[in-house]
């Protein structure tokens, strides 16, 4: 993993407002933006998901540092990660059995209630209370089947991205890598890149001082692009599992 391309022509820009130009070419991508940053601002990330909407091609590769957002403000990656739902059918057939078992108890606990009840106003008899332990047998038998209810799972969740994406992990989070994921790239539409040290974030694109380079040389945006295809398929460095992260981002009832 790793690149040297010499001999391309480009444009090199330092100072404030080095994502001008930048944002304004990915706003007008026809047909795919691939993004290398390991920060991020909703409100860039909000950018790529109505690209998405339009049907562009979005890839991103980032780090485990993905969030930038204060107070009551959407999680980014909460936007990122779907969470998807399976009923199991038979599950939900074995507990709308176990409701009817427990509702028929219950019908039948309520009648020999009242009939023990009847029976002990009529006979004045406190042998009747013997009467109740069948009900109180019924109650327990109820409140297992309730129980059971409450606790059988119907639901099985499994989580997909809205858009192609890797979260690296970086060394402070992970001691299996020393590399952690600092390179901007920015590649759009397979003709325009950008590199330097401005990140995918307001700060970054508006008013920080950083250095961009933007070139179009076909040879350049062909190595750039390969690079990024083996840092999104093939780069081995310890990532987020998103199944695992889902998990951790959501709730899963279990029926």
Same mark, same amino acid.
Request: with cysteine.
């Given at each position: 993993?790793?690149?040297?391309?010499?001999?391309?022509?480009?444009?090199?820009?330092?100072?404030?407002?080095?994502?001008?130009?930048?944002?304004?070419?990915?706003?007008?991508?026809?047909?795919s933006v691939r993004i290398v940053s390991p920060y991020l601002s909703p409100s860039l990330i909000t950018e790529l998901i109505k690209f998405r909407k339009k049907n562009l091609d979005v890839e991103l590769i980032t780090s485990d540092n993905i969030e930038d957002?204060?107070?009551?403000?959407?999680?980014?990656?909460?936007?990122?990660?779907?969470?998807?739902? !399976?009923?199991?059918?038979?599950?939900?057939?074995?507990?709308?059995?176990?409701?009817?078992?427990?509702?028929?108890?219950?019908?039948?606990?309520?009648?020999?209630?009242?009939?023990?009840?009847?029976?002990?106003?009529?006979?004045?008899?406190?042998?009747?209370?013997?009467?109740?332990?069948?009900?109180?047998?019924?109650?327990?038998?109820?409140?297992?089947?309730?129980?059971?209810?409450?606790?059988?799972?119907?639901?099985?969740?499994?989580?997909?991205?809205?858009?192609?994406?890797?979260?690296?992990?970086?060394?402070?989070?992970?001691?299996?890598?020393?590399?952690?994921?600092?390179?901007?790239?920015?590649?759009?539409?397979?003709?325009?890149?950008?590199?330097?040290?401005?990140?995918?974030?307001?700060?970054?694109?508006?008013?920080?001082?950083?250095?961009?380079?933007?070139?179009?040389?076909?040879?350049?945006?062909?190595?750039?692009?390969?690079?990024?295809?083996?840092?999104?398929?093939?780069?081995?460095?310890?990532?987020?599992?998103? !199944?695992?992260?889902?998990?951790?981002?959501?709730?899963?009832?279990?029926?």
């Amino acid at each position: 993993m790793g690149m040297f391309y010499n001999g391309a022509n480009c444009d090199i820009y330092i100072g404030k407002g080095a994502g001008k130009k930048l944002l304004n070419d990915i706003k007008n991508a026809r047909h795919s933006v691939r993004i290398v940053s390991p920060y991020l601002s909703p409100s860039l990330i909000t950018e790529l998901i109505k690209f998405r909407k339009k049907n562009l091609d979005v890839e991103l590769i980032t780090s485990d540092n993905i969030e930038d957002f204060y107070g009551h403000y959407e999680k980014n990656i909460h936007k990122l990660i779907h969470q998807n739902r !399976q009923i199991d059918d038979v599950a939900v057939e074995k507990r709308e059995k176990w409701k009817a078992v427990s509702k028929i108890l219950g019908y039948i606990g309520f009648c020999l209630f009242i009939i023990v009840i009847g029976l002990a106003y009529y006979l004045k008899d406190i042998k009747v209370a013997f009467g109740l332990i069948p009900i109180v047998v019924i109650l327990l038998v109820i409140k297992l089947y309730k129980n059971k209810i409450k606790n059988k799972r119907i639901y099985s969740y499994w989580y997909s991205q809205l858009f192609p994406f890797k979260v690296y992990m970086s060394p402070d989070q992970n001691k299996l890598s020393d590399t952690f994921i600092h390179s901007k790239i920015y590649l759009i539409d397979d003709k325009i890149a950008y590199l330097g040290s401005l990140n995918f974030t307001s700060s970054g694109t508006k008013h920080n001082y950083e250095t961009r380079i933007r070139t179009e040389a076909p040879k350049a945006i062909k190595e750039i692009k390969e690079e990024m295809y083996r840092l999104m398929n093939h780069s081995h460095l310890p990532e987020r599992d998103i !199944q695992l992260w889902g998990k951790q981002l959501y709730k899963e009832p279990i029926n």
